[in-house]
T-cell receptor
Framework: AQSVTQLDSQVPVFEEAPVELRCNYS??????LFWYVQYPNQGLQLLLK??????LVKGINGFEAEFNKSQTSFHLRKPSVHISDTAEYFC?????????????FGAGTILRVKS | DGGITQSPKYLFRKEGQNVTLSCEQN?????MYWYRQDPGQGLRLIYY???????QKGDIAEGYSVSREKKESFPLTVTSAQKNPTAFYLC?????????????FGSGTRLTVV
């Protein structure tokens, strides 16, 4: 079964510091990977996605992620965070099921940016 | 602008009541989804519809029901059989095989049992 593991439930960081949110997936087939952000009491917004090609993917709000097939990881990074980046971040992987493809989400990582 | 509209934003349910959460999209997407979100548990799939008049149970369908009479609409009913309905509910939509391209989400409905 394909699954997603987000290794940290919460990540506290000071403003303007770099941050990495970790995501590992289990899969033996081609993967499509996604990062979403959720602000309090809102829906999920797509940050970036890896479908194929370059393993370094750039997204919105200055975030980027690197697909590492050998380590089955898709970690999210930002070189300098802002207070406004405080939110919950979800990693997701596309899996095949009997009705086509669906997204399976990790448990989420809460990023807390402190001043 | 195209998007997904969920209503209401907040909903309170008494014990034993059925309630219906609305989800409407104008993205012309074929596939629609309902997820339940609880703290620390990520998103769990309740129901999925890939075409009008067809839908499938997800991982936690017990106590929920859906209909898909129109492409634009995918309402979710939380029945009295759902023993712990307090949660944040998210609706999403996508093109076919949307798992390969990502979903568009609504802003959610927070349901509380009172």
């Amino acid at each position: 079964a394909q699954s997603v593991t987000q290794l940290d439930s919460q990540v506290p960081v000071f403003e303007e510091a770099p941050v990495e949110l970790r995501c590992n997936y289990s899969s033996s087939v081609s993967v499509y990977l996604f990062w979403y952000v959720q602000y309090p009491n809102q829906g999920l917004q797509l940050l970036l996605k890896y479908l194929s090609g370059s393993t370094l993917v750039k997204g919105i709000n200055g975030f980027e992620a690197e697909f590492n097939k050998s380590q089955t990881s898709f970690h999210l990074r930002k070189p300098s965070v802002h207070i406004s980046d405080t939110a919950e971040y979800f990693c997701a992987v596309s899996v095949r099921w009997e009705y086509g493809n669906k997204l399976v989400f990790g448990a989420g990582t809460i990023l807390r940016v402190k001043s | 602008d195209g998007g997904i509209t969920q209503s209401p934003k907040y909903l309170f349910r008494k014990e034993g009541q059925n309630v219906t959460l609305s989800c409407e999209q104008n993205l012309n997407h074929d596939a629609m989804y309902w997820y339940r979100q609880d703290p620390g548990q990520g998103l769990r799939l309740i129901y999925y519809s890939q075409i009008v008049n067809d839908f499938q149970k997800g991982d936690i369908a017990e106590g929920y029901s859906v209909s898909r009479e129109k492409k634009e609409s995918f309402p979710l009913t939380v029945t009295s059989a759902q023993k712990n309905p307090t949660a944040f509910y998210l609706c999403a939509s996508s093109i076919p095989q949307g798992g390969n391209y990502g979903y568009t989400f609504g802003s959610g409905t927070r349901l509380t049992v009172v």
